[in-house]
């Protein structure tokens, strides 16, 4: 196997500012690929568009809401302009928030669909022209195993997760003639920010002191651990080769052996 497997290859990471994305576009250019690095803020994007630059490849630092068609097309025209598209979408921003279904905030509803589905839609539609006209491209979700399975009181969150497993098998079968593959990846929960987060929130509902619900929630999973962010980036950087041609309209789960389909 070659060292370098994605040299020449040119990949937008959303989401990129830190946890998973952070990770992904790391991997991505150890692994030889160029990288345009997105999300929000624009301070950790420089950042780490400096030090893909210290490793030899080349990073774009692009501010974009993928929640906002307007911004997600000047996205692609500067990447367009810049390096003419990319081989490898990684789908990766995203947001997660939980209540109770009775009294559910409609705001929290959209915001969930805004950015993990439709967001997912806008940035897919946008960075397809260039692939369909070379004929070869991955396209990579990070979807999550509530995508697969329901759980109390993230029924908005878990919406946009199996909302977004529909759009990737669809557009694996549409996109074969193009040469081009459509999968996502399902992580348990992930040592992140978000995950930080998360336990925050519980930890004030509950009483429950943080490490303890660190705990409860690494026990979720079968190895009774939370899975790292380098794990994700890893099985991205698979997707992304070559090799993985063979591997279309999957949803490949990283958890430890949480969930078994
Ligand atoms: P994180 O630490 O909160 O990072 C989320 C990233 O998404 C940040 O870079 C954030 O940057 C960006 N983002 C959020 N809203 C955005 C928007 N509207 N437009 C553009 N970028 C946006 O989360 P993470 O844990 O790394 O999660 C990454 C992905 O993995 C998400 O899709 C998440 O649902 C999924 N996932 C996470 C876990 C977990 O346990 N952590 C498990 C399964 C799946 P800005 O705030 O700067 O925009």
Redesign the pocket.
Known sequence: MSERPLNGRRALV?????????AIALALAEAGADVVV????VA?LEELAAHIGRMGRKSLALP????DPRQVAELASAVMDAWGGVDVLVN?????GSHKFLNHPDELWHQMLA??LT?VYYVTKAFLPPMVAQKWGRIIT?????GKTGARYIAA?SAS?HGVLGLTRSLAMELVEHHITVNAI?????D????D??IANISARTGMSPEEVRHTLARMSPQGRL?T?EEVAALTVYLAREEARGITGQAINVDGGTVQW
């Open positions: 959303t989401g990129a500012s830190r946890g998973i994305g952070r997105s999300a929000r803020s950790p974009c809401d993928v929640a990766n921003a995203g947001v997660a950015v993990n967001g990070i979807a999550s195993i509530a969150y997760k399902c992580p348990g929960y992930v992140t920010p978000m995950t987060t998360n899975i962010p």
